[in-house]
């Protein structure tokens, strides 16, 4: 008896090589990385961002493969599963770390920095994105989280003659130890209560009569605690703007999306397969984190002077719009499946307009060396292509028609109203009072582009057109066309974010 056991657990699980192919070639490309910093030391540096960027295309092909035979495959005992969904977030996390590595391209290269690590980091991150996004056991989403994070905390202080920059990873670091400790304590409640880590187990055991209500509530609680602090949502989003002000400018834009997006990931894998059964426990929570960080972001955002920090506040009540269909998730299987694509197509939008906002902060610093809202004061008068780009972005964010920013808040909206629930309802409402809040201060940053003078005192040059770097330049158009062609042909995104992890579970 003690053999078969002792077989079983030491048994190779089978392994379908395609479907960990776009794990393999990031991998792979990471360890192409650190061979070319060992063999050419200070020589392969003009080459680590080509191969950077030349390993996350490549991890799409077969991600693309995977996607034209349709079929869902499910490997390692059912800890982890490739289907159109996880298909679709790998697509968005490779495609958004290919933009990042082009805002990085000539703000490393300028730097004081290892530029080969910074790029072997990044891709190490993506990789626990793209780990993330098929995890189906707690097990595997928490060396996917760590994997994610451990380089996240690197890069957040990677100008290290800078206090701030200092400053921003180490707060990001402790808070981000904390927020592991509560989510693994979180996760030993719930593997107490099922006796197993993978989520299918964990919704049949918390589901069931005989559950420990007190126990269940408390993990569930914990669990969500742990991801919310990395979507950064009301109150766990204190790290957020020390830490976006402080890091490189590509890092924040990073962190802003692909690790915000990567937090949802696990968010709507626990909501809809380990928790689907409690909904009881998890609406009111999410309920609550939603309202409060849409309220919270958007009211703190109003006072900032430094446009980074005013987006990273309009991260928090973006997240708090995200997080508003998983409210109302669990009243059918057909208003889960319409919240589980809203909370996608959003996730997609937003990593369009958010990169595409962070590219001009890049761009415009390059000649005002600043951040500040009034360093914007008359960008039109003198650069007017980075001036429509920003106004583009922010009318995004604000959800102004026919950008795409307006489908994605429009998903939202009917995923909580189709219900027909009081609180569904009440959290629409919630969502557009908050939107026209937002408004005011994305048009603020507007009309000090197009209508205002640049001072006279303002310290640099206002008499030519900013110079944009190629690879910036690039990230603009891939960032502005993808936001403009999810606004005007929404059915396009739509049809790629109809996606479901419902399939199994019982009506």
Known sequence: MLGSVLTLAFERPPIDWHAIAPELVLLGFGALLTLVDIVWLERGRAAVSALASFGLLAAMVPVLTLATDGADRVTFWGAYVIDDYSLVMKAVFLLAGYVVVLLSTNYIAEGDYWESEYYQMLLSAVLGMVVMASARDLVTMFVALELLSIPAYLMATWRKRDLRSNEAGLKYYLMGVFASAVLLYGMSLLYGTAGSTLLDDI??????????????????????????????????????????????????????????????????????????????????????????????????????????????????????????????????????????????????????????????????????????????????????????????????????????????????????????????????????????????YYARIASYMWVEQAPANSGFDTASPIKVPTSVSAALILTGAATLAFGILPQWIGHFTDVTLLATLPS
């Open 203 to 440: 919704n049949a055991a918390v589901s069931g009569d005989d559950a420990p209500l007190a126990v269940v509530t408390l993990g569930v609680i914990f669990v969500v605690a742990g991801f919310a602090f990395k979507v950064s949502a009301f109150p766990f989003h204190t790290w957020a703007p020390d830490t976006y002000e402080g890091a490189p400018t590509p890092v924040t834009a990073f962190l802003s999306v692909a690790s915000k997006a990567a937090g949802f990931v696990a968010l709507l894998s626990l909501v809809f397969v380990g928790f689907w059964g409690r909904s009881d426990v998890y609406q009111p929570l999410m309920w609550a984190l939603a309202a409060a960080s849409m309220f919270g972001g958007n009211l703190m955002a109003l006072r900032q002077t430094n446009l980074v920090r005013l987006l990273a506040y309009s991260g928090v009540a973006q997240a708090g719009y995200m997080l508003a269909p998983l409210a109302v998730a669990g009243e059918s299987l057909t208003t889960a499946d319409d919240a589980l694509s809203a909370v996608v197509t959003y996730l997609a939008i937003y990593a369009a307009m958010n990169l595409g906002a962070f590219a001009v902060v890049i761009a415009v610093a390059r000649r005002t060396a600043s951040a500040e809202i009034d360093s914007y004061r008359g960008l039109f008068h003198y650069s007017p292509a980075l001036a429509v780009a920003m106004t583009v972005f922010l009318m995004a964010l604000a959800g102004i028609p026919p950008l795409g920013g307006w489908f994605a808040k429009f998903e939202i909206v009917l995923a909580l109203i189709s219900p027909q629930t009081a609180w569904g309802v009440a959290l629409g409402v919630v969502v557009a009072l908050n939107s026209v809040i937002a408004l005011y």
